[in-house]
T-cell receptor, first 119, second 114 residues
Framework: ETGVTQTPRHLVMGMTNKKSLKCEQHLGHNAMYWYKQSAKKPLELMFVYNFKEQTENNSVPSRFSPECPNSSHLFLHLHTLQPEDSALYLC??????????????????FGSGTRLTVV | TQLLEQSPQFLSIQEGENLTVYCNSSSVFSSLQWYRQEPGEGPVLLVTVVTGGEVKKLKRLTFQFGDARKDSSLHITAAQPGDTGLYLCAGAADSGGSNYKLTFGKGTLLTVNP
């Protein structure tokens, strides 16, 4: 399997639930990202991992907890979410290290996203 | 904060028509990318432009980066229903320490009707 794979594709959870989103890339890329896409808003960068190390947390509430056990896998652990957290959560990877010019030349490869609904 | 303004926000046209969408900013970008996002999918990179005044063509799509590297346009010739999607521009500026961050616009939602 190639590309960036995200599971599940859809998730409905209550505000007291705990769930996890999974992202897997088979591209040999060195950087991975979590983005949030809400209606009428630009994509919002949440977290950046560079060679498995978290290099950026874009002021994301602690109810979102990322985990990167290796350079191919990225998780987003969710707990006690709010209805306004409902959105499409996208995972992306880049060939070169995050923040480098090279990462921009080759672009980001996105997964299909997880459509999250918090009820 | 580097803002990218995309216009129009929505565009609905008939198959065969030409169209242009725009991406503007007050900031200078070291590079700019265009992505297309189809319903239920993630964005897919179409092109990266890095040089002011640069023009790139991808079949019926023509991308231009402004001379001052603050704006870009995407022109589609003879649009087809398969061109339907959300077109996102994303710019990267050096935010200090050679840490290039990608900022996305809100996108232009294009619908091409058969």
């Amino acid at each position: 399997e190639t590309g960036v794979t995200q599971t599940p594709r859809h998730l409905v959870m209550g505000m007291t639930n705990k769930k996890s989103l999974k992202c897997e890339q088979h591209l040999g890329h060195n950087a991975m990202y979590w983005y949030k896409q809400s209606a009428k808003k630009p994509l919002e960068l949440m977290f950046v991992y560079n060679f498995k190390e978290q290099t950026e947390n874009n002021s994301v509430p602690s109810r979102f907890s990322p985990e990167c056990p290796n350079s191919s896998h990225l998780f987003l652990h969710l707990h006690t979410l709010q209805p306004e957290d409902s959105a499409l959560y996208l995972c992306a990877s880049s060939q070169a290290g995050a923040g480098t010019m090279e990462s921009l030349w080759y672009g980001y490869t996105f997964g299909s996203g997880t459509r999250l609904t918090v009820v | 904060t580097q803002l990218l303004e995309q216009s129009p926000q929505f565009l609905s046209i008939q198959e065969g028509e030409n169209l242009t969408v725009y991406c503007n900013s007050s900031s200078v970008f070291s590079s700019l990318q265009w992505y297309r996002q189809e319903p239920g999918e993630g964005p897919v990179l179409l092109v990266t432009v890095v040089t002011g005044g640069e023009v790139k063509k991808l079949k019926r799509l023509t991308f231009q980066f402004g001379d001052a590297r603050k704006d870009s346009s995407l022109h589609i010739t003879a649009a087809q229903p398969g061109d339907t999607g959300l077109y996102l521009c994303a710019g990267a500026a050096d935010s200090g320490g050679s840490n290039y961050k990608l900022t996305f616009g809100k996108g232009t939602l294009l619908t091409v009707n058969p």
